[in-house]
């Protein structure tokens, strides 16, 4: 079956940094558009990058110019590289594969001194 596997979360100073990763199996990676979500506390699950099987990437406005998402498909990984973190980056942070068929269990950032 299918799995997404997140690591790389944890607590970070405002202004720091982290790379997320995720690491799938069971499908064919490099067919598969890959996207990072996150969700904060009462809050909606939000978009916050996409790259598409061709490389095609966008991001949402809140983490433009801050955050970069890029994929190794020799290594079935997606990496989220994030900068400048802020406070309200906090959440829990999902891996999506296909569109959105497929999800990750999460992984949390916690932005705070």
């Known amino acids: 079956q299918v799995q997404l596997v997140e690591s790389g979360g944890g607590l970070v100073q405002p202004g720091g940094s982290l790379r997320l990763s995720c690491a799938a199996s069971g499908l064919i990676f490099s067919a598969n558009a890959m996207g990072w979500y996150r969700q904060a506390p009462g809050k909606e699950r939000e978009l916050v990058a996409h790259?598409?099987?061709?490389?095609?990437?966008n991001y949402a406005n809140s983490v433009l110019g801050r955050f970069a998402i890029s994929r190794h498909n020799a290594k079935n990984t997606v990496y989220l590289q994030m900068t400048s973190l802020k406070p309200e980056d906090t959440a829990v942070y999902y891996c999506t594969a296909g569109g959105g068929r497929y999800w990750g269990q999460g992984t949390q950032v916690t932005v705070s001194s």
């Open positions: 790259i598409s099987r061709g490389f095609s990437i």
